[in-house]
């Protein structure tokens, strides 16, 4: 349990609607049950320098389809996480180039390039994965 100035203060890094307390997720046995939600690049920026500031750790995730991928945390205080850091930033159909922010979800990203005559090649395991969380647990 983090104490109640440590949350303040990563809530206020995080902005508005940026902190969420709930039940513990637990992710290869750490309890985790504070999430961070910065809606942009200067909110997350100061999330992660408050991170360090307080000496919290962290798990980053996105939809949280892949939680359990990878090497198992040491430990985690808190979720980062990256949903509200989505969105297609640009995609150029006669290229097929699409740039599409770590949080944006795959069905978001198929759409988009489904507007343009591109089909999206991934076959997640469910709509809901996100860019990121699809990249690094090489799904």
Known sequence: MLPRETLQALGDAAGAGGLEEH???QVDGVAIGVTLRPADG??????LEALGRTGVSALVRGCGSHLG???PP????V??????????DEFDAADG???A??????????????AGG??????????RASVGGTLAAAA
Not at 74 to 77: I, K, P, Q
């Open 74 to 77: 040491r430990s985690a205080d």
């Open 101 to 114: 922010a770590a949080g944006t979800t795959l069905a978001e990203v198929r759409e988009t390039v489904a």
């Open 118 to 127: 591109w089909e999206l090649p991934l076959d997640p395991p469910g709509e």
């Open 79 to 88: 979720f980062v996480c990256v949903e509200r850091l989505a969105g297609v």
């Open 23 to 25: 039940a513990p997720v």
């Open 42 to 47: 200067a909110s997350l920026a100061r999330t």
């Open 69 to 71: 991928f990878g090497n």
């Open 97 to 99: 180039v699409c740039h």
